[in-house]
Antibody, heavy 122, light 110 residues
């Protein structure tokens, strides 16, 4: 069974930084692309960032481009999101999400497993 | 700001059929496949439909998806109280070079 556990969420001041982590288990982590998706208070789901199985390609939503950095450590079955220059609109629950395929950027794939999320408050 | 538009809410009595629409553009739904996610209160979102009309293992066949042009739909037949949740369409957008989600639809069972 796929298991994703996020951590690192906190209350921070605007302009500060934060690092989110996600530890995965129950599948071959280095075979799949991974993503971060967030949900602001009273808002819908918003895709934040995705990364290929081998870190060879990454993508970001325009709202976070240049401020957030996604990375992964396949040896430790871990996904990360470095959040910088945080703004009040970045407040929300951040989900670690497993892709159905190895690449984050093609049609025909979907987000097949989600963690419970970690809360970021700016 | 979402590029996929859904109705804010739909409702139906137990046993009825409801349909949720998702309107996009040529760069997303018009070119790429559509997925649907169910988000129950207090739980992590769950994949409901992928590649327009495919159900992941364990999803009841009461849920079905379709796509035509730049629009997609999710139908829920035999509505049950446990179907009360928020539902989101999603997919890849060639212009934005990223995944996009719909605005979300809250389903209420009367």
């Amino acid at each position: 069974e796929v298991h994703l556990v996020e951590s690192g969420g906190d209350l921070v001041q605007p302009g500060r930084s934060l690092r989110l982590s996600c530890v995965a288990s129950g599948f071959s982590f280095d075979d799949y692309a991974m993503h971060w998706v967030r949900q602001g208070p009273g808002k819908g789901l918003e895709w934040v960032s995705g990364i290929n199985w081998d870190s060879g390609s990454v993508g970001y939503a325009d709202s976070v481009k240049g401020r957030f950095t996604i990375s992964r450590d396949n040896a430790k079955n871990s996904l990360f999101l470095q959040l910088s220059d945080l703004r009040p609109e970045d407040t929300g629950l951040y989900f670690c999400v497993k892709d159905s395929g190895a690449y984050h950027y093609y049609s025909g794939r979907f987000l097949d497993s989600w963690g419970p999320g970690t809360l970021v408050t700016v | 700001q979402s590029v996929l538009t859904q109705p804010p809410s739909v409702s139906g009595a137990p046993g009825q059929r409801v349909i949720i629409s998702c309107s996009g553009r040529s760069s997303n739904i018009g070119t790429n496949t559509v997925n649907w996610y169910q988000h129950l209160p207090g739980a992590a979102p769950k994949a409901l439909i992928y590649s327009n009309d495919q159900r992941p293992s364990g999803v009841p066949d009461r849920f079905s998806g379709s796509k035509s042009g730049t629009s997609a739909s999710l139908a829920i037949s035999g509505l049950q109280s446990e179907d009360e949740a928020d539902y989101y369409c999603a997919g890849w957008d060639d212009s934005l070079n990223g995944d996009v989600f719909g605005t979300g639809t809250k389903v209420t069972v009367l």
